[in-house]
């Protein structure tokens, strides 16, 4: 089992910024890459970025425009996403996750075995 841990949300104004953390721990040499998911009321849970944990492959939706970031610390079993430029359209809750995607299920929820619990980001207009 992976266990994982986000902090970093929180209430920012439009054009602010955050940096989301998701430390990992347990059964890690198991996972091939993290990724950040976010979900806003109503709607389905939709890929943000991901990964490679060991060779720091990126990988973005598009519909980010370059406005995020996500690198890791692997002496820290951290991932990070930083957000700048919010909206308030990227108000949602924002999941970490884990796993051992292929390339075909890299951008998508099934993709990936481990969740964190979620930290809520709040952009205020």
């Known amino acids: 089992q992976v266990q994982l841990v986000e902090s970093g949300g929180g209430l920012v104004q439009a054009g602010g910024s955050l940096r989301l953390s998701c430390a990992a721990s347990?059964?890690?040499?198991?996972?091939?890459?993290m990724g950040w998911f976010r979900q806003a009321p109503g709607t389905e849970r939709e890929f943000v970025a991901a990964i490679n944990w060991s060779g720091g492959a990126t990988y973005y939706s598009d519909s980010m425009n370059g406005r995020f970031t996500i690198s890791r610390d692997c002496t820290k079993s951290t991932v990070y996403l930083q957000m700048n430029s919010l909206k308030p359209e990227d108000t949602a809750v924002y999941y970490c996750?884990?796993?051992?995607?292929?390339?075909?299920?890299?951008?998508?929820?099934?993709?990936?075995?481990?969740w964190g619990q979620g930290t809520q980001v709040t952009v205020s207009s």
């Open positions: 347990g059964r890690t040499f198991s996972v091939r890459h």
């Open positions: 996750a884990a796993g051992a995607p292929s390339s075909w299920h890299l951008k998508q929820m099934h993709g990936y075995s481990y």
